[in-house]
């Protein structure tokens, strides 16, 4: 979640992880439409989505097929080498052994 209100450039906006003030519903709908959006774009390793979210309402403003700059600070924080597994689902390598996290997982 950025913290600055929209037209703030993400590169240099304040990121908090896990979310703190977007609702749950807001967050299932994120969620859901990066699904779809992965899976309708055969996505297989790191992307970058951007959403803006006010009330109820959730677009998609931005979807770039790459890591973004939060990438090493989201990997940090979750304690989690993404890179290590972007790279094997480019490749097509099973992250199984990887205990990855989910979209639903806290406290890391």
Sequence with gaps: EHIENAGVHSGDATLVLPAQDLSAYT????RDAARKIVKRLNITGPVNIQFVAKGTDVMCIECNVRASRSFPFVSKTMGVDYIEAATKAIMGVPTDDMNL??????DR
């Design 27 to 30: 967050q299932q709908r994120v």
């Design 101 to 106: 996290p989910t979209l639903e997982t806290r």
